[in-house]
């Protein structure tokens, strides 16, 4: 019940186009939503988070969409661009784990020019 | 600046040694983490500390010891019994149960290579 899962592994976009990252979960506890993203020899950064009581969270050209019902979670990548290729990461946590981060395997995105 | 700070950038080990990484916060942040990353893998969490002088074992922590003195200090030893300790090695850290936040902020990493 604790993890996450999250797919594919690896996607492959062209420039200009939508990549999409799933994430599923199982702990309806489960109250915080990030998505982190690393670039290689770095460690990973928070890219944008959502709570439960939204359904889709945008900051630029990054959203998130939250289906709590069927307990996933989506990033989508608009209008996606070299400089955005890196791994992206999804985790969850909970209040009462002191927000302790459950984290996805992660996918590594290459957009192609 | 703030942040997390970790030394070194780079660590060759010789079978049977300890090594110790070391990770330095002052982000005045409870919580601080030390997770295993694999070529290619995900995050594994070693050991995690809520508050200073004490910390719990995460998922892999064997061959591993950790100590938490200071709120700003957090090092890692690979000890000789982690038979397979080459990988990047992240520290982390995170206001904890004090802010709704729990942003979790890392390190640049530490890569640890066997020779």
């Known amino acids: 019940q604790q993890q996450v899962k999250q797919s594919p592994q690896s996607l492959i976009v062209q420039k200009g186009g939508i990549s999409i990252i799933n994430c599923a979960y199982e702990?309806?506890?489960?109250?915080?939503f990030p998505w982190y993203q690393q670039f290689p020899g770095k460690g990973p950064a928070l890219l944008i988070a959502?709570?439960?009581d939204v359904s889709e969270k945008k900051e630029g050209r990054f959203t998130i969409s939250f289906n709590k019902s069927a307990k996933q979670f989506s990033l989508h990548i608009m209008d996606s661009q070299p400089g955005d290729s890196a791994t992206y990461f999804c985790?969850?946590?909970?209040?009462?784990?002191?927000?302790?981060?459950?984290w996805g395997a992660g996918t590594k995105l290459i957009i192609k020019p | 600046d703030g942040g997390i700070t970790q030394s070194p950038k780079y660590l060759f080990r010789k079978e049977g040694q300890n090594v110790t990484l070391s990770c330095e916060q002052n982000l005045n942040h409870d919580a601080m983490y030390w997770y295993r990353q694999d070529p290619g893998q995900g995050l594994r969490l070693i050991y995690y500390?809520?508050?200073?002088?004490?910390?719990q074992k995460g998922d892999i922590a064997e061959g591993y010891s950790v100590s938490r003195e200071k709120k700003e200090s957090f090092p890692l030893t690979v000890t000789s019994a982690q038979k397979n300790p080459t990988a990047f090695y992240l520290c982390?850290?995170?206001?904890?149960?004090?802010?709704?936040?729990?942003?979790?902020?890392f390190g640049q990493g530490t890569r640890l290579t066997v020779v």
């Open positions: 985790a969850a946590s909970r209040t009462d784990s002191n927000y302790q981060l459950i």
């Open positions: 959502i709570r439960p």
């Open positions: 702990n309806t506890a489960f109250d915080y």
């Open positions: 500390s809520q508050i200073v002088n004490d910390f």
């Open positions: 982390a850290s995170s206001m904890g149960a004090r802010g709704r936040s729990t942003e979790a902020f």
